[in-house]
């Protein structure tokens, strides 16, 4: 049993998300966390483990993961993105509404087709304060939205940019994330610095 996925059964889990049609003939209801991630693990249904993962793990942990992975491709990020990744550390060391709608305002800078929106995302949608305009009534987002951002912060840095030659790839990435994630699980506590700003050439 993981530490901070205590479940007797992944049934409360999977209602939380899509099952693809490949993990659905890998898991079912009546598994332990830790069999699942195993068997999609062994099928190398990796999207799918780190959807699990993104859904199962407590809201903070699960942004914290997504942010430690996204080091794996510090030297791909552009300034604005940094600065993305950057307001989400902010706002997991101090979870204010700042913090949180800065994140926003970064994440829908940079575009959802880089993986640092997808974590700024994450923490605009973690449930702790509205969606819409401040001057409207409040409107909270779904229930675990912010696992479907973090699923996807990892997802599309494993994808985006492109990996070159020589670099580690898509399979070692996941393969690290996924690594991580169950640490976390198992109740590794692991404390994010801001990445710097570099200087532009």
Known sequence: MYKKIPN??????LVRYDLSDDAKLCINDNMTPKTAI??????????????????ALPMVDAINWAGIVLEMREN???????????????????P???????????????????????????????GTGSIVAPELPA??????LYGHAVAAAITVAAAVPQWQ?????YEKF????IQL?????????????????????
């Open 181 to 201: 994630g169950i640490d976390i699980a198992n109740g590794l506590r692991v404390k994010t610095q801001l990445i710097a700003i570099k200087e532009e050439s």
């Open 96 to 126: 204010n509404e700042t913090h949180r709608i800065r994140a926003n305002q970064l994440a829908d800078r940079v575009g959802l087709e880089s993986a640092a929106a997808w974590l700024a995302k994450a923490v605009y949608w973690s």
């Open 8 to 13: 007797q059964s992944i049934a409360s889990i």
């Open 38 to 55: 195993d068997a999609l693990n062994d099928a190398k249904l990796y999207n799918d483990t780190v959807q699990f993962i993104a859904h």
């Open 76 to 94: 791909e990020w552009d300034v604005t993105q940094v600065h993305a990744i950057n307001s989400a550390r902010n706002w997991l060391k101090q």
């Open 165 to 169: 030659k020589g670099e580690m790839g």
């Open 139 to 144: 409107v909270m987002p779904p229930a675990f």
């Open 174 to 177: 996941y393969i690290k994330a």
